[in-house]
C-alpha cells in the first residue's frame, strides 16, 4: 500500500513502536543522554496503558536503573509484597508448599503490587515532560524500508478504511514517520515483529518462541477478604499433570484483588477452554472466600511469552531492533518481565544514541545486542532456561519441581548446567492434538457470582471496534476453519479464544457449518496467531484507539 499511496512524512531521530515498559524506557534513556534527540512513540491504543495487562508483581530492578529517584517522582508501584504463597491444588483441597525452601529469586520480597497500565501511564508522563513525542491511537500498521533493504520507519494513523481494505472518501490514509532507528516494543506477538522475524530470519539458530495465554480479572473485595501485600501462586487443578500452567493473586490498592490464570499454548487437547478453566479454578474452596462479597471490575487476555533464554531472537536488524516482549524477555519461573522489558529498552536506546552520535543511521545496532549477551537479562533467563522445556516434557509433577532444582544450581554456577539448553521442538500450534484422541470437555455453566460468560467479560474490558473497517483478523484461507480444523481439530478457534471472536454456526438443521469471526470482540491477546493448528490466523493491527481499554490492569 505504502508505495501506491503518497504521504507525508515526519523525521525523528528515533521512532519507538509502543508505549509498554520497554519503548518508553528506550524514550526517557535517549532523552537522558541527550535533550536533543528526536525521539516519537506511537502506542495503538486510545491512551497510554489502554492495551497494557499484566499480574503484576513488579521487580523494581530495571525502573531503579532508569530512575534511581523513583520513590521521590512518585512511581505507582502500589503495594510492598508482604506473603508470597505457593499452593497445589487438588479438586477440593490444597497442598500448601510455601514452607519449601524456594530460591531468593523465586520470592517477591523487595517486589511491588501495581497496575502496569498505571505505571506506563506514569511513565509516559514522564516522558513527555521530558519532550518526547507520545501519540496514543496511532497504530503502526505497516513497515517502510530504504533502497538497501533497511527499515526506515513506520505507517502509522491510517483510519477509515473501506470493507475491502481499499480507501474510501472518508478514509485518513495514515502518514509515515522516518527515523535513524526504529525500535519495536509492541509486545507479545506483534504484528510488525512478526514480520520482522521472518524478512531478516532474527530466529535462525533459535528455537521456537513459546507462549502462554494469561486471563485476568481485577476484583474490589471487602475488608473481610482483604490482605493487602499478598500473592499466591497455584499449580494444579482444574488442569491436568500434561497440561502446564496456574493462577495468580494479588492484593493490592483499593482493596483490589488481581486474580488471573495462564495455560501454557502447546497443550494438546484441542477441547480445552482457558477461560472456562479459568472460571472454573475460581469456584474452587482455596479461593472462593477471597472473592466472597466482592465485585468484578475489569477483565482481559494477552499471550505471554514463554520461550526463554533459547528462543530470544536476534535483537538488531538493518535500522533498528526488538524490545522486551517483542523479544521474548519473560522469566517464566518468576511470573516477570517488566523488569527486563525496561532494561532493553535502556540498553536499546545508549546503542541507538552512541550510533547517531557517531553519524550513523539505518544499520544495525550491534552494540545492542552485545550489551544484552552481557547484561543481568540475559544471565537471569540463561540460570532458569531448562524450566519451561522440562515442565512441557515432564508434565507438571515431576516437571516443576526438577526444573526448579536445576535452575537453582544454575544460579549458582553462573548459568552452567548439567543438561546444557534443552529444547522446545514444536511450536505451540504443531502441538494442538486431533480431536478424536481426546475426550469433549463439559464445562459448568457460570454462576454470575463468581464465574461467568465470555461476553459479559469482554464487557468489562471496555473493548470497541468500528464495525465498518475491515476485520483485523486475516484469513490465508478462509475454507480452512470448516474444511480442515472442524473435522481434524474441532476448530479450536471458538475454544482458546478468551472473547468469542471465533464461532461456528450451523443452520436450523444443524447442518452445514459455517466460520464467523466477531473481530469486534478482540482483545489483542494474539492467542489466535498463535496456537491455529493450521496457522490460518494473522492478527493485524485494526483502526488506532481501537480495541480494550483496561482501567487499572
Known amino acids: 500500500m505504502s508505495e501506491a499511496i503518497q504521504r507525508e512524512a515526519m523525521e525523528y531521530d528515533v521512532v519507538i513502536v509502543g508505549a509498554g515498559p520497554s519503548g518508553l524506557a528506550a524514550a526517557i534513556r535517549l532523552k537522558q543522554l541527550s535533550a536533543d534527540l528526536t525521539v516519537a512513540v506511537l502506542e495503538k491504543g486510545s491512551e497510554v496503558g489502554a492495551h497494557i495487562l499484566s499480574g503484576a508483581v513488579i521487580d523494581p530492578k530495571g525502573i531503579s536503573e532508569l530512575l534511581p529517584n523513583w520513590k521521590e517522582l512518585g512511581v505507582p508501584l502500589e503495594t510492598a509484597v508482604t506473603e508470597d504463597r505457593f499452593l497445589m491444588l487438588g479438586p477440593q483441597g490444597d497442598l500448601n508448599i510455601s514452607w519449601l525452601p524456594f530460591p531468593k ?3 517477591n520480597h523487595g517486589n511491588y503490587i501495581a497496575s502496569l497500565g498505571n505505571v506506563c501511564r506514569w511513565l509516559a508522563t514522564h516522558a513527555e515532560g521530558l519532550g518526547v513525542e507520545i501519540y496514543p491511537g496511532m497504530a503502526a500498521s505497516e513497515l517502510v524500508y530504504d533502497e538497501s533493504g533497511a527499515v526506515k520507519g513506520v505507517v502509522a494513523g491510517v483510519a477509515g478504511l473501506e470493507k475491502d481494505g481499499t480507501l474510501g472518501p472518508n478514509s485518513e490514509p495514515g502518514m509515515e514517520l522516518h527515523g535513524k532507528y526504529v525500535l519495536i516494543g509492541e509486545g507479545v ?5 512478526k514480520q520482522l522475524l521472518a524478512k531478516f530470519d532474527l530466529q535462525k539458530g533459535k528455537e521456537p518462541q513459546k507462549f502462554g ?10 475488608d473481610a477478604a482483604f490482605k493487602p501485600g499478598l500473592t499466591q501462586h497455584t499449580f494444579g487443578w482444574p488442569l491436568d499433570n500434561k497440561t502446564g500452567g496456574g493462577s495468580f493473586m494479588y492484593h ?13 499454548l502447546n497443550y494438546a487437547n484441542p477441547w480445552i477452554s482457558p477461560f472456562d478453566e479459568f472460571q472454573r479454578f475460581k469456584t474452587h474452596p482455596s479461593i472462593k472466600p477471597f472473592l466472597e462479597g466482592g465485585k468484578r471490575i475489569a477483565y482481559g487476555a494477552r499471550a505471554i511469552t514463554e520461550g526463554g533464554y533459547q528462543s530470544v531472537p536476534k535483537l538488531a536488524f538493518p535500522g533498528g531492533a526488538l524490545l522486551g516482549c517483542s523479544a521474548g524477555m519473560v522469566n517464566v519461573p518468576r511470573i516477570k518481565g517488566s523488569h527486563n522489558a525496561v532494561k532493553s529498552g535502556i540498553m536499546a536506546a545508549e546503542a541507538a544514541f552512541e550510533a547517531i552520535q557517531a553519524g550513523r543511521g539505518g544499520d544495525e545496532l550491534s552494540a545492542y545486542q552485545d550489551a544484552y549477551d552481557h547484561s543481568w537479562v540475559a544471565k537471569e533467563l540463561k540460570a532458569v532456561r531448562n524450566f519451561k522445556p522440562m515442565w512441557s516434557k515432564l508434565g507438571t509433577i515431576p516437571g516443576v519441581p526438577l526444573g526448579g532444582a536445576d535452575a537453582m544450581i544454575a544460579n549458582l554456577l553462573g548459568g552452567f548446567s548439567f543438561l546444557g539448553t534443552l529444547k522446545h521442538g514444536k511450536t505451540d500450534a504443531q502441538s494442538t492434538g486431533l480431536a478424536k484422541d481426546f475426550k469433549p470437555i463439559v464445562y459448568p455453566k457460570p454462576d454470575g457470582v463468581f464465574s461467568f460468560d465470555k461476553l459479559s467479560s469482554v464487557f468489562l474490558s471496555s473493548t470497541n471496534h468500528e464495525e465498518s473497517q475491515p476485520a483485523h483478523l486475516k484469513l490465508t484461507d478462509p475454507t480452512i476453519p470448516i474444511g480442515t480444523n472442524l473435522p481434524k481439530y474441532g476448530e ?6 478468551p472473547a468469542g471472536v471465533y464461532e461456528v ?4 438443521a444443524g447442518q452445514n457449518p459455517r466460520f464467523q469471526i466477531n473481530f469486534q470482540n478482540c482483545v489483542h491477546c494474539k492467542t489466535c496467531d498463535i496456537k491455529d493448528p493450521s496457522q490460518n490466523i494473522t492478527w493485524t493491527t485494526p483502526q488506532g484507539g481501537d480495541g480494550p481499554n483496561y482501567p487499572n490492569m
Do not use: T
Request: aromatic share 18%; proline share 5%.
Open 213 to 222: 495465554i494469561g486471563i485476568k480479572e481485577l476484583w474490589q473485595v471487602p
Open 105 to 107: 529469586w523465586m520470592l
Open 252 to 264: 493490592f490498592g483499593d482493596n483490589y484483588v488481581a486474580i488471573g490464570f495462564v495455560v501454557h
Open 189 to 193: 506477538r506483534g504484528s510488525l515483529a
Open 492 to 497: 479450536p478457534a471458538r475454544l482458546y479464544c
Open 505 to 508: 454456526l450451523y443452520d436450523e
